[in-house]
């Protein structure tokens, strides 16, 4: 591999992070999955793109090794899903993590003609994706009537909008969602992660965390989502964010 520096790998580790959680649907999961990528060796690539490969090539060979649950995962997530899992790769690189279609072709081992074809065809199964029920919570009220606006754009149902963490734990239980998507910091209201880890006290439904700082959540020093989007977001981000967390989600650990 080209000459890294220990510096330039710690740099690149939350993007990597992130992709592998939102490939896998887990944050235990994911980390496993970057860090047997980092013990298996990297390809000469830049430091971001280096790893972003070795994460897709642990990921789509489910028999090369890792951990049982990787694997485990990775077949659940597969089953009955429209998409290969390097379309799914594409998706997540090129939408959540913002690499050009070049790039991203040259961290999975692609033309870039091949890319784009198969990224187009990921498009047309993400627009044929089954839609579900969605939480919205988010206290500031602009927000939140444009986070319903996308979600009902990428033909989903907003079932309720929650400004607190107490109203987010009721409209919860009331409405019973297929996916929540919660902001972070409540202001007054609460805390988005801690109502999230109450509601799934008693029911396992996939989250997506939408925040403008990422990197927060990105830490490894505690209990973190498996699915976060950055503010501000393109649609495309939070409906391929929501197909991944529908067909290969699994609930934040509690």
Known sequence: MRDVTQADLIRTLPYARRFARALVGSQSAGDALVAEALRRGLPDLPPRLALYAGV????????????GQVQALHAAGQAGAAMTPTQRQLLLLTSLEDLPVAEAALALGLTAEAAAASLAE?????????????????????????????????????VGVAASEKEAIRL???????????????????DGISAVERIQKSSPVPVIFVTAYPERLLTAEQVEPAFVISKPFEPLALAIATYQATTAGSPLPV
């Open 122 to 158: 990921a498009r047309e199964a993400l627009r044929a994706a089954r839609a579900t029920d969605i939480l919205v919570i988010e206290d500031e009220p602009i927000i939140a009537m444009d986070l319903r606006r996308l979600v009902e754009a990428c033909g989903h149902r907003v």
């Open 172 to 190: 919860s239980h009331e409405q019973q969602p297929g996916l929540i998507l919660a902001d972070v910091n409540l202001g007054r209201g609460g």
């Open 56 to 67: 897709a090539r642990l990921a789509a060979a489910p028999g090369a090794g890792g951990s």
